[in-house]
């Protein structure tokens, strides 16, 4: 059968290939490239993380379970994904993290005592860091710790302000916290450094699902799926689709600078039973669950 498919590549290549074609081909990859989980930003049901949400949030604060472990929102700006996580688990626990004045008000507002705001930040080291948004608003959901975000991608008229920046493990560290049953990250380009400042939480296996975007953002700070894989060891990396999600691995080839949500489950956590189902094993094999020589578990699709 494998012989059959290359033929076919090779006449669709003959084909399609074809300066005429272009802007069927650019077509026919914004449709590929959408259907694979990338592009889907207009709300949390396109995106995937409504579904998503539904589906693990039950583990961890439906009947018979014991609500112990807590949801950091890190990037929360006005609330949306909060208030989905309400709705679905009205028991959660969740801290809401984010920098913007405007905004912080605007969490409270909406929110209320259901939430907890923390008006910092997060990053991989405590401290102060420039926060940049558009010329004359007040608190976008483009707001960047990185202003070539604004210089080079957005190209937009942009200010600053100071902000304060805490880590995951020192806030956590603080507060007494011993389980995190979803660190989900939207910093519009910081998630890297965001999981950099939860490296001993992560260690310690503290943390379950790790929610991040990965998107054109990355070609400013450089940074790959590869390297989130190097951050997360022991945890199986999907991308997030409207009703569903697809594994992935830390092959080049995944590496589009384009929206999407990626989501990392930690193996050995029981919320994993939720993802580990036959649809992985048709997409990507199988998945390999090894222990490297300091005792870590580590996962690779193949």
């Known amino acids: 059968m494998r012989w059959i498919a290359v033929r076919i590549a090779a ?15 650019t077509a026919l990859f914004t449709l590929s490239i959408r259907g694979l989980g990338m592009l889907n930003y207009r709300n949390l049901e396109e995106s995937g993380e409504a579904y998503f949400l539904k589906k693990v949030l039950p583990c961890y604060y439906g009947s018979g379970t014991a609500a112990r472990a807590v949801v950091l929102d890190v990037g929360a700006n006005v609330g949306n994904y909060s208030r989905t996580i309400l709705k679905i688990a009205p028991g959660a626990r ?12 605007r969490l409270e507002s909406a929110l209320g005592s259901s939430v907890t705001v923390v008006p910092v930040a997060v990053g991989s080291a405590p401290g102060t860091l420039e926060l940049f948004d558009y010329e004359g608003t007040t608190g976008s959901s483009h707001a960047s710790l990185h202003k070539e975000v604004f210089e080079q991608i957005l190209q937009r008229p942009h200010h600053s302000q100071c902000v304060p920046v805490t880590t995951i493990d020192e806030f956590v560290e603080q507060r ?15 998630e890297y450094e965001v999981l950099k400042g939860a490296a001993r939480v992560i260690r310690e296996r503290k943390v379950d699902l790790v ?31 409207p009703t569903g999600w697809l594994p992935i691995t830390e092959r080049p080839i995944e590496n589009v600078f384009a929206f999407q949500n990626i989501v990392a489950v930690r193996v050995a956590a029981s919320v994993y039973r939720v993802f580990a189902t036959r649809h992985d094993e048709r997409w990507s094999g199988s998945i390999r669950v090894s222990e490297a020589g300091d005792g870590e578990v580590r996962t690779r699709i193949r």
């Open 11 to 25: 006449l669709l290549v003959r084909m399609l290939a074809r300066t005429r074609f272009q802007r069927l081909n």
């Open 176 to 190: 007494g916290i011993d389980a995190i049953a979803l660190l989900k990250v939207d910093v519009e380009g910081h």
């Open 211 to 241: 929610q991040f975007e990965f998107n054109e953002m990355n070609v400013i700070t450089r940074v790959f799926l590869a390297d989130f894989f190097a951050l997360l060891p022991g945890f199986a990396f999907y991308r997030l689709l």
């Open 94 to 105: 969740v801290y809401c993290f984010e920098p913007h004045p405007a905004n912080v008000s």
